[in-house]
């Protein structure tokens, strides 16, 4: 079981040394990374070692995956780091397809690229991570079930963020086990009661919020091995850090 943290979270708290020593400091052993934040193979592996951090699982872009340059510097941060999830995390609005046709053409994209990476890491996994728009019906079905009625599960998986699944009205838990067969990781992300939090984006501490995370995780842990918490825009790093750290350890026991 991993608990990990996903460092966009505190993106603005500094550089990235800042950063990660700010994550360490919490009690984060694992961290999951975006991309290899700029640098080399070498040097981001080298990097996460200086501060006694562990490579959970990384989110890259599709642009990125589809450069080979970028896949091969990809394929050497997890050689390197034991890194063996890479996960597909976002779409800007003007890249979302308007159709079944269109989200299935996506799946098809992820489940050549993962043929790509897993040939050359044969053990690496790939996946895509939501947030609420993929909960939209699109031509009578909701675009994620387009997306991997493309692809295996063995050729993509899916980093569950139940935060955004909440925050689209549906239920964290159906959808979880309506997908289980490709579930690798959980994004645990916890929505403020209405109201509040309005500088966090409506965002707050793990277990503080209304998802209900002392339940998904009673459920869940024994489905997934990795939780990564993720806050879109905190206010107080440490603090949310620590409180979410915390309730990773109190539900998971690590």
Same mark, same amino acid.
């Given at each position: 079981?991993?608990?990990?943290?996903?460092?966009?979270?505190?993106?603005?708290?500094?550089? +990235?040394?800042?950063?990660?020593?700010?994550?360490?400091?919490?009690? $984060?052993?694992?961290?999951?990374?975006?991309?290899?934040? %700029?640098?080399?193979?070498?040097?981001?592996?080298?990097?996460?070692?200086?501060?006694?951090?562990?490579?959970?699982?990384?989110?890259?872009?599709?642009?990125?995956?589809?450069?080979?340059?970028?896949?091969?510097?990809?394929?050497?941060?997890?050689? +390197?780091?034991?890194?063996?999830?890479?996960?597909?995390?976002?779409?800007?609005?003007?890249?979302?397809?308007?159709?079944?046709?269109?989200?299935?053409?996506?799946?098809?994209?992820?489940? %050549?690229?993962?043929?790509?990476?897993?040939?050359?890491?044969?053990? +690496? #996994? @790939?996946?895509?991570?939501? =947030? !609420?728009? !993929?909960?939209?019906?699109?031509? %009578?079905?909701?675009? *994620?079930?387009?997306? $991997?009625?493309?692809?295996?599960?063995?050729?993509?998986?899916?980093?569950? /963020? *139940?935060?955004?699944?909440?925050?689209?009205?549906?239920?964290?838990?159906?959808?979880?086990?309506? =997908?289980?067969? #490709? *579930?690798?990781?959980?994004?645990?992300?916890?929505?403020?009661?209405?109201?509040?939090?309005?500088?966090?984006?409506?965002?707050? @501490?793990?277990?503080?919020?209304?998802?209900?995370?002392?339940? +998904?995780?009673?459920?869940?842990?024994?489905?997934?091995?990795?939780?990564?918490? !993720?806050?879109?825009?905190? @206010? /107080?790093?440490?603090?949310?850090?620590?409180?979410?750290?915390?309730?990773?350890?109190?539900? *998971?026991?690590?």
């Amino acid at each position: 079981m991993k608990a990990s943290v996903q460092i966009y979270s505190i993106r603005e708290s500094g550089d +990235l040394d800042q950063q990660l020593a700010l994550l360490r400091k919490t009690g $984060f052993d694992w961290v999951e990374s975006v991309a290899t934040h %700029g640098l080399s193979a070498v040097d981001f592996a080298a990097k996460l070692d200086q501060h006694g951090l562990k490579l959970s699982s990384m989110h890259v872009g599709l642009a990125l995956l589809e450069s080979a340059d970028e896949r091969a510097r990809l394929i050497e941060a997890c050689r +390197l780091t034991g890194c063996r999830l890479i996960i597909m995390p976002w779409l800007p609005m003007g890249e979302r397809p308007a159709t079944g046709a269109g989200w299935v053409a996506l799946g098809q994209r992820l489940a %050549g690229l993962s043929d790509l990476l897993r040939a050359a890491l044969p053990d +690496l #996994r @790939v996946a895509y991570h939501n =947030h !609420e728009w !993929e909960l939209l019906s699109y031509d %009578g079905r909701p675009a *994620l079930d387009w997306i $991997f009625s493309a692809a295996t599960p063995a050729q993509l998986g899916w980093e569950a /963020d *139940l935060g955004w699944v909440r925050r689209a009205g549906a239920d964290p838990l159906e959808w979880a086990t309506r =997908h289980g067969e #490709r *579930l690798l990781a959980v994004h645990a992300k916890d929505i403020a009661a209405h109201g509040t939090a309005v500088a966090e984006d409506g965002w707050t @501490v793990l277990g503080q919020g209304i998802v209900g995370w002392p339940a +998904l995780f009673a459920a869940l842990k024994s489905k997934v091995d990795l939780f990564v918490f !993720e806050h879109d825009k905190p @206010v /107080d790093f440490e603090a949310t850090l620590r409180g979410s750290r915390a309730c990773l350890r109190e539900h *998971l026991g690590v």
